[in-house]
DNA sequence: TCTGGCACTCGTGACCATTGAGTGCCAGGG
DNA sequence: CCCTGGCACTCAATGGTCACGAGTGCCAGA
């Protein structure tokens, strides 16, 4: 096990990397932290945590860097999380309120958290697996033509053209609109299916066709739309990666357009707490030099989606979790208000 | 007024460097074209385009590079528009087709657009101004509260949450419904305000103040919703810049970024024919050195709504102009079919 | 009006010496 | 046993010089 000093120096090594972006030497570590040693011990040290794996020398006659592992030690022993300022809270507050429906407060999130932690902000809409059935309608646009329309607790709206077999009266729609909803509201999504299962029996024969297209179009849309969404933004700060960001920022672009890697990346954190992922335990080869950071937010107790931030694995960790959770917290607040 | 064969002389210029990226002096350029003359012919002519402001030199003994104007002069005169191959009009008919929704179509165009010029794609929503009204539906969630869900032509779907002063009967529900969809179905977004503007008189005095909410809210949606979405992506071609991309690359980010300064370049575009703009004819400063090229689309003759691709002045004109000009029109026959 | 020739410019890349931050190692002291 | 100061070594970065070559402008001649 390393000894106390050792991981203050890998702390004093993280903290100083992340601030100036350069290799970081003994000699100026003594002189910015009050490690009380001199640098040829702070070498020996350095020697000892190099071996361990926890950093690195990019040329023989550089300083340090620290490693993945070296920042994920810093992460889960080191590092606490930096909570936000009083400030930064009221200003969550004034930017997420006056949001006027799901999609604003996504886009109002993902700006937000994108210019707290100067990178790139990833906000996944509210699943809807997880999510209930508020109202289902049903719309005849044309004698043989309805329209589906899904509304789910989170407010979001999903429709549907249905071209039915036949035509069906006004009269037998409202009997399937109003037994459809008497079965399905205020119920998740995963449970409908068996849900309806034997609705289309209890209809007259010459309506049974349409009934039967209309559900089956229903559950097709919770399948179909059970594929999530996300927005992201902030990719402006993908050029605060580095000197070398010219090479990296190509493949994390790629990435991120890639909205099913993205869905997989949250998808990896875990449901509750916050998780962060360090460079190569990103599984995508594109963000092998970057870290995510991701938790998810709900409006109860059980997270309905998840948010975070793609940047580069010299990041601020501390802060960056600060604002992560404190954005997560608030949206959770915003989306149980509605 | 300049020679033909100046003309020619340009034209060479821009291919050359559209191609290498590279000044193109003159030499290379009799060697690459025929043009039937010495360099020392060709280099004359290069000082007359040089005072004429069509092309400048980075450096006193480095080859040419077209300018802004030079660019504008060679789309304006020098180039066409050069048709897909037909295995690129498959390819676009194959990944439209099957498009599911309104976002599906979108999204898959953007892609599109992006891979077949290998550029930034823009696509902005269709216009909620210029669509008309399929279908205004009213749902009673709670006896003083009722969703309002505005269904347009051209797929898309906004709904809003009305908090009523009063609670109403489901009757008087159904038959507002009634009597607004017969009222505005069919119209278009800017012509609704005037066609609802006396509804409320003919309701019965309990549910005025419900009815003139509902009113009011459908109103402020279309104006709200008037404001345009878009969808951009393939930003991760912005890394084919060139060799000065890291330069470029963040204030394109930003602007990409901000979607009222796209929606404002969008509508800057003329709304039938195709139009390009040039690095410094685009009023916002960090498109500088980039190049949009944009055109409207619809399902019928009239623009719904336009789409572009941003990229660096020095691009294939003719390619791209192709592209968007094929991606538009396949987009307007898909619209045009649901 | 075009062409060939010629002198000139200047960015590029190779080569080289210098500098300095940083290291590893070792002998000595608390 | 651990810490410290000293010392020789490494090597990236810096900057200067130099030759090269692509490209230009200009001019005289066809």
Redesign the interface.
Known sequence: MLSERRLEVLRAIVQDYVGTEEPVGSKALTERHRLGVSPATVRNDMAALEDEGFIAQPHTSAGRIPTDKGYRLFVDKLAGVKPLSTPERRAIHNFLDGA??LDDVVGRTVRLLAQLTRQVAVVQYPSLTRSTV??V?L?S?APARV?L?L?TDT?R?E???VDCPAPIGENSLADLRARLNSRVVGRRFADVPQLVQDLTDSFEQEDRGTVSTVLATLLETLV?ETEERLMI????N??RFGHD??LM??PV??A??EQVVLLKLLGEAKDSGMTVRIGHENAHEGLNSTSVVAVGYGSGDEAVAKLGVVGPTRMDYPGTMGAVRAVARYVGQILAE?
């Open positions: 006027v429906d508020r109202h309608e719309l646009l329209m329309v509304i407010g709206v429709q549907r053209m179909e933004g902030g990719t402006a993908l050029t960001f010219p920022i190509r672009l790629e991120l357009e509605s």
